[in-house]
């Protein structure tokens, strides 16, 4: 019997969001490294990418990132905190006049309804929010249904093991995450970049 695994924080609080948003980088500065692979693999595309899909947006860390990138794309930030999105909207300033915020939990089920289709879906320190390792194949179905043909998914998460966290339940091994990918028809899945106990995998 699997049990999900509590959140020690309420980003939905505008106190813990703050807290995240003013810590994320400070703990972690190689996210910026993590930022600019996102960038590349996209760009690498070409002009094909116009619409993208953000999985826990948060704090808006990413989207400034792509949105600076890619200054005419298309993107809808999806995040389960209001205070998250008003922190977002702040850093992106005249870039979020084009973004479309959504507020949704995608652990519940109809969380991707009505959303329309994307040339490419991205998250960073997201798919854990699930609270279990045994939801990510459910989430990754669920994305590939609102990918267009030829699209990609970039999903970067923790990871379980040597060099990464401890909690084997909450995350995944990087060679499982490769293979939830795997699971759910992604019929090519690369690994794009290890650091710091994070992992980037293209899936396509």
Request: a neutral charge; aromatic letters at 8%.
């Amino acid at each position: 019997m699997f049990s999900d695994i509590p959140s020690p924080i309420d980003l939905r609080l505008m106190r813990d969001a703050r807290e995240w948003e003013e810590t994320a980088m400070s703990k972690r500065p190689w996210r910026i490294e993590f930022f600019e692979a996102f960038a590349s693999e996209i760009l690498s595309n070409g002009n094909s990418v116009h619409r993208i899909l953000e999985l826990g947006s948060g704090p808006g860390f990413l989207a400034e990132h792509l949105l600076g990138a890619l200054p005419s794309v298309e993107y809808v930030a999806l995040d389960f905190s209001s205070a998250m999105h008003e922190l977002a909207a702040k850093r992106l300033g005249r870039l979020g006049s084009g973004v479309k915020f959504i507020e949704r939990n995608f652990r519940e089920p109809a969380w991707s309804s009505g959303l329309g289709q994307f040339d490419c879906i991205v998250t960073i320190q997201a798919v854990h929010e699930l609270r279990h390792k045994r939801y990510a194949a459910e989430l990754h179905q669920q994305v590939r249904s609102l990918l267009l043909p030829g699209g990609a998914y970039l999903v970067c998460d923790h990871f379980a093991g040597e060099g990464g966290m401890k909690n084997d339940q909450l995350y995944m091994s990087v060679a499982k995450q490769a293979a939830a990918l795997a699971s759910v028809g992604f019929s090519k899945v690369e690994q794009v970049l290890l650091k710091g106990g994070l992992v980037l995998h293209r899936a396509t």
